[in-house]
């Protein structure tokens, strides 16, 4: 496994390892007791919670053919103001993720605001 640091300091593997190996896990979204985990493929991306600053659910929506696709996103805004942008295989997975983000950090704004994005 690879980790990738999305924002602030990089962490030891060894920790980092350790603590994904406890973290609950929430579809593709693991919560450790420093940093949230994202695993895509072979790839587990990491941020300190001290990092996030906002997180909210994103849901885009297309056609293939008849059907309707719809695919979900847990999106997460650091504090130098990235924006990423990680997909979730379901809804729920990134509402729970959202709901313990929520209740555990309250430094960590949760919902999308259309006032600030106007602006």
Known sequence: MKFVCLAGAEAQKETLASEYKTAERMGEVRV???HLFYRYFIRIKYVSYEEITKAYLREESGE???FLLKEHYLMLK????????????????AKETL????QKYHHISIGFDRLSQSK
């Open 64 to 66: 293939s053919g008849e």
């Open 78 to 93: 650091m504090r130098d103001g990235v924006l990423h942008k990680l997909r979730m295989e379901r809804q729920e997975y």
């Open 32 to 34: 450790g007791e420093v």
């Open 99 to 102: 709901s313990y983000l929520e």
